[in-house]
């Protein structure tokens, strides 16, 4: 199976700056990651895939990088908002199999 | 289009019961998982359905089990309840099975929340 870690369980910023959340998986590496957002009470939402041939995807203030030999993504959240609030999960598909591992999660909070 | 709805929302069982838990995916999707969440240890995949055919199984004991239905509805089922048990029971849906370098994006739903007492 896939270990998945996420840097830090709470991340706070300030409102406008950029937040910056990382997951490091080890074993194989899979052909894509994910990154949902989750809000309490409720399902995770897809945000962006990023493919293993692909450095960087952006949509609009989200930003993801994908570094296969670190294996490690980053995701961005640029001009932060108190609406970016939520927790936020990194996943990968596993072997061969259609089910995905998901990290724990890095609660952010944007401070007005 | 309506979303994936999972009924009921919340449950109260105590130990020892069982438990029954539905979900309808997005109307097309044929493809239905099932994941429990917990503070400790987060989202673990639990099973995964297609054309009424399990294709998948996470690393969780015989008492959790679970079926689809020709129409793609799903339901899981938790057999002699554990208090361990108690979680955030998601279900996800997708039009095709994802695999290798094949995606598909699942869409959750909000989730039924099992409190075993």
């Known amino acids: 199976s896939q270990k998945i870690e996420q840097n830090s369980e709470a991340l706070n910023i300030q409102e406008g700056k950029t937040a910056t959340l990382t997951c490091n998986y080890t074993n194989y590496s899979p052909a894509y990651l994910q990154w949902y957002r989750q809000d309490p009470g409720r399902g995770p939402v897809f945000l962006l895939l990023?493919?293993?041939?692909?450095k960087e995807k952006r949509k609009e203030r989200l930003k993801v990088t994908f570094d296969t030999t670190l294996k490690q993504s980053l995701f961005h959240i640029t001009a932060s908002q108190p609406a970016d609030s939520a927790t936020y999960l990194c996943?990968?598909?596993?072997?061969?199999?259609?089910?995905?591992?998901f990290g724990t999660g890095t609660r952010l909070t944007v401070i007005p | 289009k309506a979303g994936v709805t999972q009924t009921p929302r919340y449950l109260i069982k105590t130990r020892g019961q069982q438990v029954t838990l539905s979900c309808s995916p997005i109307s097309g999707h044929r493809s239905v998982s099932w994941y429990q969440q917990t503070p400790g240890q987060g989202l673990q995949f639990l099973f995964e359905y297609f054309s009424e055919t399990q294709r998948n199984k996470g690393n969780f004991p015989g008492r959790f089990s679970g079926r689809q239905f020709s129409n793609s509805r799903s339901e899981m089922n938790v057999s002699t309840l554990e208090l361990g048990d108690s979680a955030l029971y998601l279900c996800?849906?997708?039009?095709?099975?994802?695999?290798?370098?094949?995606?598909?994006?699942?869409?959750f739903g909000p989730g039924t929340r099992l409190t075993v007492l």
């Open positions: 996943a990968l598909p596993g072997p061969g199999a259609n089910n995905l591992f």
């Open positions: 996800a849906s997708s039009l095709e099975p994802s695999g290798g370098i094949s995606y598909n994006e699942q869409f």
């Open positions: 990023i493919r293993e041939n692909e």
